[in-house]
């Protein structure tokens, strides 16, 4: 079959993934970029080393002998599953807990997860066929994984909740699996969505079991139980899904998206024939001692509660939950962020103040009111956040950097939005060879010396500004902006003052702007003077070896 996908594909984020400290991105074409810190093979690049910017993962089919295109990415604590177009699971990461479906160690590249097959149940017997399932939907959750196939039927395995309920005084038990196994309770239901967090899971179901659709979705949750956060009013382990009376079919409101944090759960919903689907809200139940319930207090829910700080004329489309830290999309772009750390998901020593406990707003470009255009997803690891907007044409992130979870090559915290390398630099130019351009009475002309056209130069001065912008966004804190940043002197005339444009830049700058620069500028030196060293060392190296030649 003939590959359609276009240039703009290949640069265009459709999904991203967030885990304990790292971060996956799929783009258009299908294929999928990870950064962030590498141990046990979470980045999927065949090495445990840590990647400070995008890089590709490569997906091998030998045994079908075609391309892999991937349409689905879902980080756990620290692994990481993709979906493929023809229904396949491929897992890589850490796997003590089997949550990669192989009964193998750790993996370092992406394995393909053979488990699925029909299974039907008579008489309390199961029976197995050999069909392959394909399945439509992954999720990974701290240790375990989830799927859901294109009959709607719901698979675990890893870390899972045992199915058998705790005698009294008996403790909540996980059990590792690395088959992946159907959860029984939904059989002949429809499973549309799942969330999966430490200990807990939470998924909605249609009402409708003729299999029709049409029905309402209604929310079930199951597992660990010791903070609320099933949302069922008490803190009782549940082995077996239970719906949340919240969201049943007698409730007036109807859940459409989720997320699960540590030991938290946040849900997007609308109200029953309201009329008005431009309005949304955000429910919040579980643990909320550093604010991540966003209810302004630091006290656990046992109930669903209305994130009321939120404004309530807004359509949410994005929602995902750190640890101990909550973010939420509207349609418009505002973006928002409460919990630990002021929202970033920092522990207090690291954060520049305490908990936000109600939503703090993200605003683009730093300026109050700015909203994200083309919003798309946000993503919440451990202690950072990943925000795709302008239609997936940018990536931001924000948080704690160390082993460069932030894709922006350098290994602080940053406290302000910090625009992710986007395009991944190594796939800009590649193969990309020499022309020459011909000025002739203003009239350009191109002698091509490879296919390329004017569109591919345009391309190319995109991706020139993309990096000014990022460059720009590692010294500043925030993105280039064409307006405001280019110096006076520079817009007026053909040539300006360097020297003088930089002092005044630095007069205009404030103090904490200031910081950022002193920050980076010892970053900046740091490398410099390792640079210096090794080629001081290199030269004493190179002296020894001639005088020993001279000697002998």
Not at 390 to 417: A, E, I, P, T
Request: charged share 20%; with cysteine.
């Amino acid at each position: 079959m003939e590959d359609s996908t276009t240039y703009a594909d290949s640069r265009k984020v459709v999904s991203v993934a967030a885990g304990e400290a790292h971060t996956l991105a799929l783009t258009g074409d299908g294929s999928v970029y990870s950064w962030g810190r590498g141990t046990f093979g979470r980045l999927g690049t065949g090495s445990e080393a840590d990647r400070l910017f995008p890089s590709k993962i490569e997906f091998s089919s030998a045994d079908r002998g075609e391309m892999v295109k991937i349409v689905g990415v879902s980080a756990g604590a620290y692994h990481s599953l993709a979906l493929s177009d023809d229904g396949s699971v491929w897992s890589w990461g850490h796997n003590t807990y089997g949550q990669l479906g192989v009964n193998d160690e750790n993996s370092l590249v992406p394995s393909l997860v053979k488990g699925f097959h029909g299974i039907s149940q008579t008489d309390g017997s199961t029976t197995k066929s050999e069909k392959r399932l394909k399945i439509s939907s992954v999720k990974a959750g701290g240790m375990m994984s989830v799927a859901i196939d294109d009959l709607g039927s719901l698979w675990i395995w890893g870390n899972c909740p045992s199915q058998d309920t705790p005698n009294e005084g008996e403790e909540f038990t996980l059990l590792a699996t690395h088959t992946p196994l159907p959860v029984w309770d939904f059989h002949g239901q429809i499973v549309v969505k799942v969330a999966c967090g430490n200990e807990h899971i939470v998924a909605l179901v249609n009402s409708d079991v003729t299999h029709e659709g049409g029905g309402d979705l209604v929310c079930y949750s199951w597992g660990n139980n010791n903070h609320g956060q099933l949302g069922l009013g008490d803190t009782e382990v549940r082995a077996a899904p239970q719906m949340i009376k919240t969201f049943n079919t007698e409730s007036s409101w109807a859940a459409y998206e989720l997320a699960c944090g540590a030991f938290h759960t946040s849900i997007l919903a609308y109200k029953k024939g309201d009329g008005d689907f431009l309005k949304s809200v955000c429910w919040t139940f579980g643990l909320g001692e550093n604010g991540q319930l966003g209810q302004g207090t630091s006290k656990k829910a046992l109930h669903p509660e209305i994130v009321k700080s939120l404004p309530v004329n807004v359509w949410l489309i994005s929602i995902d939950c750190g640890l101990f830290h909550t973010s939420v999309v509207s349609s418009v772009g505002d973006v928002w962020s409460w919990g630990m750390g002021n929202g970033l998901g920092l522990c207090y020593e690291e954060s520049e103040g305490g908990d936000a406990l109600t939503p703090r707003v993200i605003s683009c470009n730093g300026q109050d009111g700015s909203n994200f255009p083309g919003p798309i997803q946000v993503a919440c690891g451990a202690a950072h956040t990943v925000l795709v907007a302008d239609n997936g044409y940018k990536v931001w992130s924000w948080g704690r950097g160390r082993s460069g979870v932030l894709g922006n090559g350098q290994v602080v915290d940053f406290f302000d939005l910090n625009l992710v390398l986007w395009p991944p630099l190594d796939q800009d130019f590649e193969n990309n060879e020499p022309q020459t351009i011909n000025v002739t009475n203003n009239d350009i002309t191109y002698e091509e010396k490879s296919s390329k056209d004017l569109t591919e130069i345009e391309k190319e001065l995109y991706i020139m500004e993309s990096y000014a912008s990022i460059l720009h966004g590692s010294i500043f804190g925030r993105p280039f902006e064409k307006a405001n940043d280019i110096p006076v002197s520079l817009m007026k005339s053909g040539s300006f003052d360097v020297g003088k444009s930089w002092d005044e830049m630095l007069e205009s700058c404030d103090s904490d702007t200031l910081v950022r620069l002193e920050m980076f500028y010892r970053n900046m030196l740091v490398g410099l003077k390792d640079k210096i060293m090794k080629r001081k060392i290199k030269g004493m190296v190179n002296e020894c070896l001639e005088s020993s030649t001279y000697t002998h």
